[in-house]
T-cell receptor, first 111, second 114 residues
């Protein structure tokens, strides 16, 4: 398995603004997953994008994947205070079942 | 509630004591994972099961740690002779076995070793 590297480490925005978070990885993947974690809670799966997909939407979330650059981005549009959380990406190779997480991105949305 | 559940949610123990945590996965999921998370870090993989078989263990899983999943349903994680460095959030997740299946996490068990 391989670890995703999230960027930036911390992001602070005003409610209503968009938040863009980036993830880079090193080797070929089968899919890449994004998770959210509210303080002191378990992780919540947000979206999974397969290696043959370039973009995926779910509500206010938009994920892109560029396999040539080995990178992905998560865009949250019209952010809300409730989006305040840590966000993790998890690139997944075909052979491994476990997920390997980086340090994540701490997003703060100011009301 | 049909999500992943963990018990207890919090555990405070003294150094040297043994502790056991339980995880109940989503019923149709045949894979079950354990992760550990310390403050400011992402979760670190510990071990995973496919049905009752333990298929992979991390080097993080010292001899003091043991996990079981009898009958392929719930799982237990036991830590013997706890140390202060074991203080962390222990997360359980479950999934189907397909490559594109996401993992669904429980709320975690927060362990504090005093």
């Amino acid at each position: 398995s391989q670890q995703g590297e999230e960027d930036p480490q911390a992001l602070s925005i005003q409610e209503g603004e968009n938040a863009t978070m980036n993830c880079s990885y090193k080797t070929s993947i089968n899919n890449l997953q994004w998770y959210r974690q509210n303080s002191g809670r378990g992780l919540v799966h947000l979206i999974l994008i397969r290696s043959n997909e370039r973009e995926k939407h779910s509500g206010r979330l938009r994920v892109t994947l560029d396999t040539s650059k080995k990178s992905s981005s998560l865009l949250i549009t019209a952010s809300r205070a409730a989006d305040t959380a840590s966000y993790f990406c998890a690139p997944r190779t075909g052979a491994n079942s476990k997920l390997t997480f980086g340090k994540g991105i701490t997003l703060s949305v100011r009301p | 509630d049909t999500g992943v559940s963990q018990d207890p949610r919090h555990k405070i123990t003294k150094r040297g004591q043994n502790v056991t945590f339980r995880c109940d996965p989503i019923s149709e999921h045949n894979r079950l994972y354990w992760y550990r998370q310390t403050l400011g870090q992402g979760p670190e993989f510990l071990t995973y099961f496919q049905n009752e078989a333990q298929l992979e263990k991390s080097r993080l899983l010292s001899d003091r740690f043991s996990a079981e999943r009898p009958k392929g349903s719930f799982s237990t994680l036991e830590i013997q002779r706890t140390e202060q460095g074991d203080s962390a959030m222990y997360l359980c997740a479950s999934s189907l076995s397909a490559r594109v299946s996401p993992q669904y996490f429980g709320p975690g068990t927060r362990l504090t070793v005093t």
